[in-house]
T-cell receptor
């Protein structure tokens, strides 16, 4: 079945450091890929998405490129801020017929220190 | 424009009891999906409702059931609660039968089973 594997956390960085959170996936079809963010005490928010190979999703300084050859969708940000501290989830939606459910990774806790 | 709302925010139940969680989708959305997020894990898909019918289901036992009302709001019912049912339950709404590109999540209901 579909699965998502993402980098184990927690990740602790200083403000303005470079961030990479690795994500790889397994799917039988041609999935869409997503990064969601969960701030403390809140629900999930869609951060960015990519719907086909080589697409780059970007939002709020975060980027991720859909790499079909390596089945990866790594999240990057050039300069993190304290306000980026949250849990980040990589997810996929494999469009099998009308199957639009999201399959999530386990999440990576990011803490950014001033 | 109200986003996805869920009630209650927190709930404590005893093993063997039954619980009902509620979700109101974002205005204009007609599809509701439910997810279970255990502590330290990514959300797991429970089921999805569209046009008042369950159209997809994840690997959850029949103790988990749901309903969608004509106004598109939804309920999640869990019978014969187990300690392992303790989790954050997330509702996500979308338009058009489960559009994966625009799923909006509510803040969740924290269920504790003692």
């Amino acid at each position: 079945g579909d699965s998502v594997t993402q980098m184990e956390g927690p990740v602790t960085l200083s403000e303005e450091a470079f961030l990479t959170i690795n994500c790889t996936y397994t799917a039988t079809g041609y999935p869409s890929l997503f990064w969601y963010v969960q701030y403390p005490g809140e629900g999930l928010q869609l951060l960015l998405k990519a719907t086909k190979a080589d697409d780059k999703g970007s939002n709020k300084g975060f980027e991720a490129t859909y790499r079909k050859e390596t089945t990866s969708f790594h999240l990057e940000k050039g300069s993190v801020q304290v306000s980026d501290s949250a849990v980040y989830f990589c997810a996929l939606s494999d469009h099998k017929g009308s199957n639009y459910k999201l399959t999530f990774g386990k999440g990576t806790l990011l803490t950014v220190n001033p | 424009d109200a986003g996805v709302t869920q009630s209650p925010t927190h709930l404590i139940k005893t093993r063997g009891q039954q619980v009902t969680l509620r979700c109101s989708p974002k205005s204009g959305h007609d599809t509701v999906s439910w997810y279970q997020q255990a502590l330290g894990q990514g959300p797991q898909f429970i089921f999805q409702y569209y046009e008042e019918e369950e159209r997809q289901r994840g690997n959850f036992p029949d103790r988990f059931s749901g309903h969608q009302f004509p106004n598109y709001s939804s309920e999640l019912n869990v019978n014969a609660l187990l300690l392992g049912d303790s989790a954050l339950y997330l509702c996500a709404s979308s338009l058009g039968g489960g559009n994966p590109y625009e799923q909006y999540f509510g803040p969740g209901t924290r269920l504790t089973v003692t």
